[in-house]
């Protein structure tokens, strides 16, 4: 188990056992452990339209500043719906809250409870028959 570093650092590893002696410090293995930042809510940006009628569906977009930037869209229930920066809702009948993590070069993906949420309000039908008035 690796220790808490605070950046890149480089590791020797040695193993013995028995009828094994431990390796000398020419012979260990270097290790180097790349620590990497969890992404935040705020290493993100969606645009989109999010007030849609009911049975429509919408496309969200994603944004970051993070380098090689890979976007995850989850549901409520923690399920993964897609894996790109654009994401199409299916046709929603109720509005919907989803959650969209990032990572990237150096950031690991947003842990789910630190994902950003994107809620798409749903608008009763644009037309209703009810109001109709002959």
Sequence with gaps: TAPTVPATRTCHVSIWGTGYCENTPTTDKVVTVNV??????????????????????????????????????????NTLLHTGAIFTTPALTATTTYYVSVSGTNYCENIPTNRKPVTVTVRASMFNYHDLRI
Excluded at 55 to 69: E, F
């Design 36 to 77: 990497s930042t969890d992404a935040s809510p705020d290493d993100s940006t969606v645009t989109g339209v999010q007030r849609v009628y009911s049975g429509n569906t919408t496309q969200l977009t994603a944004s970051s500043s993070i380098t090689g930037a890979v976007f995850k869209w989850y549901s409520a229930s």
